[in-house]
């Protein structure tokens, strides 16, 4: 972009800016809307940012709106619009592409913006920044806050590295910029914001400044700034001069050794025996033998291009040692940071944080001044109370849960994936001086220091999620994503975690910690299966007899015109399997309807099927007659159609190892063990961390004396304290050894080359026992292979025997290539099951499916999934055949057990009890259990009421006990309480029968009404609602709050099974979610008969042989009462005893009439049924109904 392109309306809106003459600018009348206009073009720019590039290659910003800033500061006005236009046009280029743009148009307009942002940085900012603050600090909170951006977009632009060209200790533009806010007096304003507690709306602002500000330093070179070298720098310089020094004498020893350069054009060809060349002959070698050891197969080959997405992720943060001057002031800047501002500002950013008052990934710069200025203070002078705010257990956790959300939202947004990683370093930055400032405070004088260190590292160490961090960023490392410095990082905090962990351990003799475990409950996926043909006719004698009742039936429905098929479809829209190959399925469903004798549902199926797959006529053509119709159905009906088979029982161990069908529910689990290090240690020991330490051991030139030896001690303590030598038995790492090994400077790697002989020491010495190690340094290994080269070859299988599969052998290899090849083709069989069918040696799906694909004769596993999805929702044709099932089934003694034997979608027993109770064809649970034949005890010999009583719960509880355990074996639902416990509860109810008599007698006949009422209210809202939940009991009145104190009442409350409110989080008494309806109507029925004996009951006459089959006669055995009186005690106990005394109980009061009212559908006086309570609104005055 140059002058000539520029846009005539914006050139002319610059010209009405003003001009420079000399040093004194001039500005026009019209200045001040002219720069209006330009904040308006920049806000309606396009993509490209054209209007930004048009104004940076005018230079505005250096030749016009600076003069303007500096010389007309007094026009308030003008000063505000010129601060707003120089932030829009210093925004960071990041910022105004939104990323950076990967088409190569785009970017290059990129670069453009940026190139004129570097110019901009370069500007002399020295006369605006100096004097003024005084009266601009007084200014609206606006300007302020413009000044503030400007000055951080300024020192957001990154450096030219490739254009300024300095080294170290040479004053840069970024240098000069930090010069020139500290001669203007701004660093001072900063330290002012920061540590004013009436500022802090600026604590961010000062915070992001602060940290552009340091960007390229080093914490523990700036601390040591203007002391002179410190001994450890001035020894790593000694130690580098000595290794290019051996490196010079050992490139002299190798030139010296070489032939000189005048020799024969003919110098001689040799045969390099051992090394083939490309044919079956050895290699021929035309070069002296001096080259030889040079001599590389990839010589004169081009070499391999690797992708963009393949490629390493690059180091941006690049760290130099500044100008002395520039050290000085920053270190100045931080002693004062520290002392004054760093524990104030740290606390307001971590507020506005957690308020979530702050812009999006703000929390990284908190996360880097916590790294640095903790790094400063530990290197310069260590003193723990000048960094108090972010020492504490509260910190580790946010670092640790910001870590893991980088870690997270790297895996998942991989367009983003290296933005995620560089904050993920950030916060590994983080984590690593806080350890290294708890590892400080161990050695301290001050006792107090050590105790305050030992109790954070008791926290630290007690939480799982803090010793699983390195394990989880070791195995997810990737080197596109992130740079070697990353790795570097981690691989120096889990050192150092380590040796504080270990030392930890040591000295506490035996340390407890929290460990979570995740407890898989695996939920088996329900597969269509066919109808189990057990019941269904299936000979041909059968079919025929069976033909002419559906025939006749379906010619009726054939020549029915009002027939509709609109609610029947012949496909399962849910399946994984197309509809145009659910043809067959739905022929079989069509037969399925004929053999269960629903011949109008088979032909709707039918004319269903013709309408969604016409072709081929295979339901019949559009025009088909009804009689052709009928012999087309009498085809399907005796067909031996193919039919998918369901998983059989002795198969259920098989179908647990199948993962494709079934899912995992995972429970965690908390509990607390005692910490073992050397378990801990091993966790460590797999591929992914060795494979991750041998990539950052490449680079050990480069690597400092500290990162090499962290290298060094995690690979030793896999090696030598695991006793797992042969996890480092690998190639590539065999193959950095030689290239130590070989280096001339080896001397200077002490630690690397004693390890290194250590480790080719134990694999040689293997190698005597064991052939095979030559071949296994070609793969990575992990601890069952480690195991099996240094024990033998089968011992893991003697020793964990039943936990891997027997090895095919070449026979069976063969017998199943054969099998597969001639079944794979076969319609409507099942390949898998057929070749388990055939195969000698016994085997799972599993295993055959995965040895089919690593034969190569099928490409994936998902080739092999089950057809058909999980079944949920209930469909129509489901429901009718329920309702079908049960109205044939419903007089049986086991009604759910024959209906699910018959059902053809196999379902639980929950699901089906939960779908007859929601169509209402139960009205409880207890009617579709197995009944058991009670054998009614003779007159004679009725026991007394309380052991009568006692054996009616016995004999319920033992069939509901039943029953629940068989629907909750295959719900999984929630633990049954003891048969013991259940009695107890049926034997407190016995006792609270004579506590409620004495509290009748006291008075608390109200009370005990108002209780029974609660009861069956809860009682018909759980057999409505099909759930349970705890009910509170809110007394209303003051008679009603009265009995919830007294002593007596809360007695009864107990024997009831009344739960108690918990102290501290309930006010009221509560119905247990566990008491069932069955169990809430017994509890009230034995508060009703205290009631019932109190009241004066009037007799009816009765014919004769009006007697029920339970009642008692007149003179039985045991206490003699009156017959009416005693059936009304017995009708009190039970739905049943009530139906069988009906017509034969004396009329009880109108209040209790109200509470006692069942629905009769017109039954007859001696049938036991159980009734069904109808809800009715119960009044304390007589009232009609």
């Known amino acids: 972009v140059n002058l000539h392109t520029m846009n005539c309306e914006l050139l002319a809106t610059c010209s009405a800016l003003g001009y420079l003459e000399g040093d004194t600018y001039h500005k026009e009348p019209d200045c001040l809307e002219s720069v209006k206009d330009l904040i308006r073009y920049l806000r309606h720019e396009d993509d490209t940012r054209d209007v930004r590039q048009q104004l940076g290659a005018a230079q505005i910003l250096q030749s016009d709106l600076l003069p303007i800033l500096v010389q007309h ?16 046009l210093t925004q960071p280029a990041l910022l105004c592409f939104g990323t950076v743009p990967k088409e190569p148009s785009v970017h290059h307009h990129f670069l453009q913006v940026l190139t004129y942002l570097q110019a901009y940085k370069e500007l002399n900012i020295t006369d605006f920044l100096q004097g003024g603050w005084e009266e601009r ?40 910029l930090l010069w020139a806010i500290h001669l203007s ?49 001035r020894s790593a310089d000694v130690a580098e001069l000595e290794e290019l020094r051996q490196r010079e004498i050992a490139e002299r020893k190798t030139r010296a050794l070489q032939r000189g350069n005048r020799h024969s054009r003919f110098g001689g060809s040799y045969i390099v025996q051992g090394l083939k060349s490309i044919g079956e002959r050895d290699l021929i070698f035309h070069k002296g033998l001096h080259n030889l050891q040079n001599y590389s197969s990839d010589l004169g080959k081009q070499p391999r291009r690797v992708p963009k997405r393949r490629q390493a992720a690059r180091e941006l943060s690049v760290q130099r040692r500044s100008a002395r001057n520039v050290r000085l002031f920053l270190r100045d800047f931080c002693s004062e940071f520290l002392e004054n501002c760093y524990n104030r500002l740290m606390g307001a950013v971590k507020d506005h944080l957690l308020r979530e008052r702050a812009q999006q990934h703000d929390e990284t710069y908190y996360m880097w001044a916590l790294a640095f200025f903790m790094a400063f203070n530990r290197a310069a002078s260590f003193r723990p109370g000048l960094v108090s705010e972010t ?129 898989k409950r695996k939920k088996k996926k329900v597969l269509d299966q066919a109808v189990a043909s057990g019941n269904l006719p299936s000979s041909p004698e059968e079919l025929e007899a069976m033909w002419p009742a559906l025939a006749e039936q379906l010619q009726q429905y054939a020549q029915d ?43 709707a199926l039918l004319r269903s099927a013709r309408e969604v797959w016409p072709e081929g006529d295979v339901f019949g053509s559009p025009d088909i007659s009804p009689e052709e119709e009928v012999q087309l159905l009498n085809q399907i009906f005796s067909a031996q159609l193919p039919r998918q088979q369901g998983p059989a029982e002795g198969e259920a161990e098989e179908e647990e190892e199948e993962e494709e069908e079934e899912e995992e529910l995972q429970v965690v689990q908390v509990s607390e063990k005692e910490f073992n290090f050397l378990d801990y240690l091993k966790r460590f020991a797999c591929s992914t961390v060795v494979r991750a330490y041998v990539l950052l051991l490449r680079s050990y030139r480069q690597n400092s004396a500290h ?133 000698k040696t016994p085997r799972t799906r599993k295993q055959v ?69 929601a169509l209402g064809l139960a009205t409880e649970r207890r009617e579709l259990y197995k009944k058991r034949k009670r054998s009614a005890p003779p007159p004679s010999s009725m026991p007394n009421e309380e052991e009568s009583l006692k054996d009616f719960w016995q004999e319920d509880l033992e069939e509901e006990e039943e029953n629940l355990s068989e629907e909750e074996s295959e719900e999984e639902a929630e633990k049954k309480e003891g048969l013991g416990v259940e009695q107890a509860r049926a034997s407190s109810f016995l006792s609270a029968a004579n506590l409620g008599h004495s509290l009748h007698q006291e008075g608390f006949s109200a009370p005990l009404l108002w209780l029974q009422n609660c009861l069956i209210r809860a009682a018909d809202d759980r057999e409505e609602d099909g759930c349970s939940q705890a009910v509170p009991l809110v007394p209303l009145t003051e008679e009603n709050e009265e009995a919830m104190e007294n002593e007596q009442f809360q007695k009864l409350l107990h024997k009831l099974g009344i739960r108690p409110p918990n102290s501290g989080q309930e006010t009221f008494w509560r119905i247990p979610a566990k008491l069932s309806s069955t169990q809430l109507r017994r509890v009230a029925a034995a508060l009703s008969q205290q009631e019932e004996e109190e009241e004066e009951l009037q007799p009816e006459p009765r014919g004769p042989g009006a007697q029920s089959p339970g009642e008692e006669p007149e003179h039985g055995a045991g206490a003699p009462r009156s017959p009416e009186k005693e059936r009304s005690r017995l009708s009190s106990l039970s739905p049943t005893f009530a139906a069988q005394g009906k017509g034969q109980c004396t009329a009880a009061p109108r209040k209790r009439h109200v509470l006692d009212s069942d629905e009769e559908d017109g039954e007859g006086p001696g049938t036991p049924v159980l009734h069904k309570k109808k809800r009715l609104q119960i009044e304390d005055e007589d009232e009609d109904d």
């Open 391 to 519: 020492l504490s257990v509260r910190a580790f956790h946010f670092i640790e849960q910001n870590l893991t959300n980088y870690y997270e939202m790297m895996l998942t947004d991989r367009k983003e994936a290296a933005s995620w990683a560089r904050r993920m370093h950030l916060a590994l930055k983080a984590y690593q001086e806080l350890l290294a400032t708890v590892n400080e405070m161990d050695v301290s004088p001050d006792e107090a220091v050590r105790d305050s260190s030992r109790i954070i590292k008791n926290n630290i160490f007690y939480v799982m999620e803090y010793r699983e961090l390195f394990l989880a960023l070791f195995r997810k490392f990737d080197e596109r994503y992130q740079p070697r410095s990353f790795l570097r990082d981690l691989v120096e905090t889990t050192h150092l975690f380590l040796k504080m962990l270990e030392r930890f351990c040591r000295s506490r003799g035996n340390l407890v910690v929290q460990n979570k475990r995740k407890k």
């Open 137 to 176: 600090q007084e200014e609206h909170n606006l300007l302020i806050e413009r000044i503030l951006l400007l000055v951080r977009n300024i020192l957001h632009v990154p450096a030219d590295l490739d254009h300024e060209k300095r080294i170290d200790d040479d004053a840069s533009v970024h240098d000069q």
């Open 73 to 88: 500061r007094q026009d308030k006005p003008l000063f505000d619009a010129v601060i707003r236009l120089m932030v829009n």
């Open 849 to 917: 499916i995965h040895h089919l694909v690593r034969l190569g004769l099928a490409g994936s596993i998902k080739d092999f999934q089950r057809k058909g999805t999980q079944i949920v929702l209930w469909t129509e044709d489901q429901e009718l055949e329920l309702q079908r099932l049960f109205e044939e089934f419903k007089d049986s003694d086991d009604v759910l057990g024959h209906i699910m034997k018959n059902i053809t979608a196999k379902r639980s027993r929950a699901r089906i009890v939960d779908k007859l109770l």
């Open 561 to 603: 015109p009002k027939l509709s098929v609109d609610s029947v479809v012949p496909f399962d829209a849910a399946s994984e399997v197309p509809v145009e190959e659910q043809r067959a399925e739905a022929m079989v469903r069509i037969q399925d309807c004929l053999l269960a004798g629903q011949a109008l549902q088979g032909l």
């Open 707 to 839: 990162t090499n030896h962290c290298v060094v001690k995690m690979l030793h303590r896999l090696a030598h304290d695991l006793k797992m030598e042969a996890l480092l038995f690998q190639l590539s790492l065999f193959c950095q050894f030689n290239r130590l090994l070989s280096d001339p400077a080896a001397g200077a790697y002490k630690e690397l080359v004693t390890f290194a002989k250590y480790i080719l020491g134990k694999f040689f010495a293997l190698a005597t026992v064991n052939q095979k190690a030559f071949v296994e340094l070609l793969f990575w290994k992990n601890t069952a292979v480690v195991r099996e080269m240094t024990e033998g070859y089968g011992s893991l299988d003697s020793g964990s025997s039943g936990r891997r599969a027997p090895v095919w052998s070449s026979d069976e290899e063969a017998q199943l290539r054969e099998l597969y090849l001639t079944h794979k083709d076969v319609e409507g069989q099942d390949v898998i099951e057929t070749i388990l069918s055939h195969l």
């Open 185 to 233: 007096g701004l660093d001072d304003l900063l330290l002012f914001l920061a540590s004013s507690s009436a500022e802090q709306q600026w604590s961010l602002h000062v915070l992001e400044i602060v940290s552009l500000m340091f960007r390229d330093q080093n914490p523990e070179q700036l601390a040591g700034a203007g002391q002179g070298r410190p001994a450890q720098e």
